[in-house]
């Protein structure tokens, strides 16, 4: 009997041991297979150059009348985040008492580059500006061409989902100038240099370019940005420009995008539109916005 017993508790401590290693061999393989996954985090960016508020702007698309239209198209489309071109301290103040869940990052004297972000999803980390000029920390400088100063916002969030973090870029080039506009592009590149390599960046603005411009080959050929307009698996209104001047809906044709959305890093775009929404003829403003929804991967 005693033998008996003997070999069945030796049975037993092997079948432990077995399963003790099938157990170690699985939870160990489970490990490894999660330790390479991705994990992703969806945006959806605009870039909108919302046009200053100014006396010449003829009824309907002056700024009073145009607000509640912006309101609209902003409500339909649900960006996350805006990177805003021309607009002036006073139109912030309306876009922030009309669109209460955003708040507004950047700015400067005269025309603002700000970024609009969605308060509850987004904290900002760190964020600055500089002028768009030989130098850049200068307040309000300019010095290659350009009449009207050019800046540069950017902001470090993070996604409080996720807890992941992301660059957001916005800018507005000179709409005169070529050789500042050119100098414009390689200066960003030098800027976004100082980021953490490792996190993805997006970058939008007025660039006062098309698309075959030398400033769109600096930054995308040179530079390792992306314009998400090409990566994009969906494009929505191919045949569009952005610039309507209040009276063109297309925009003066696709040589005329010439707002975009770069991006560089992990990251892929799902679908871009340029939205070329009006009320009863009235135009938002006389750029169309582009929006991107675009997922930013990060390595668990």
């Given at each position: 009997m005693k033998k008996v017993l003997k070999l069945l508790l030796f049975v037993v401590a092997g079948l432990?041991?077995?399963?003790?290693?099938?157990?170690?061999?699985?939870?160990?393989?489970?490990?490894a297979e999660h330790k390479n996954q991705w994990t992703s985090v969806d945006i959806?960016?605009?870039?909108?150059?919302?046009?200053?508020?100014?006396?010449?702007?003829?009824?309907?698309h002056s700024w009073k009348e145009r607000v509640p239209t912006i309101g609209k198209l902003i409500s339909m489309e649900n960006p996350d985040i805006i990177g805003t071109q021309e607009v002036l301290y006073t139109q912030l103040q309306d876009v922030k008492s009309n669109f209460p869940r955003y708040n507004w990052i950047g700015g400067n004297r005269g025309k603002y580059s700000a970024i609009l972000y969605k308060e509850k999803d987004y904290n900002v980390l760190q964020y600055g500006h500089f002028w768009l000029s030989d130098t850049p920390e200068v307040i309000g400088s300019k010095s290659w061409g350009n009449k009207i100063p050019r800046?540069?916002?950017?902001?470090?969030?993070?996604?409080?989902?996720?807890?992941k973090q992301f660059y957001f870029i916005n800018t507005h080039f000179d709409h005169q100038s070529a050789n500042a506009r050119k100098k414009s592009a390689k200066l960003i590149l030098?800027?976004?240099?100082?980021?953490?390599?490792?996190?993805?960046?997006i970058l939008t603005?007025?660039?006062?370019?098309?698309?075959?411009?030398?400033?769109h080959q600096i930054l995308t050929s040179d530079g390792g940005f992306d314009d998400l307009w090409e990566t994009a698996k969906t494009r929505i209104n191919e045949d569009l420009g952005t610039f309507n001047g209040f009276v063109d809906p297309t925009g003066e044709g696709p040589d005329k995008r010439i707002?975009?959305?770069?991006?560089?890093?992990?990251?892929?775009?799902?679908e871009i539109e340029i939205v070329n929404f009006q009320k009863n003829g009235q135009f938002p403003s006389d750029h169309f916005?582009?929006?991107?929804?675009?997922s930013l991967t990060y390595n668990k």
């Open positions: 432990v041991v077995i399963l003790s290693g099938l157990f170690l061999e699985t939870s160990t393989g489970f490990a959806k960016a605009m870039t909108f150059n919302l046009r200053n508020k100014n006396n010449n702007d003829s009824s309907p800046m540069v916002t950017w902001a470090k969030f993070l996604d409080k989902k996720s807890n030098k800027a976004t240099k100082e980021f953490d390599q490792e996190l993805p960046v603005g007025d660039f006062n370019a098309g698309p075959n411009s030398l400033p707002d975009w959305i770069l991006g560089k890093g992990n990251l892929t775009t799902n916005p582009v929006l991107a929804d675009i």
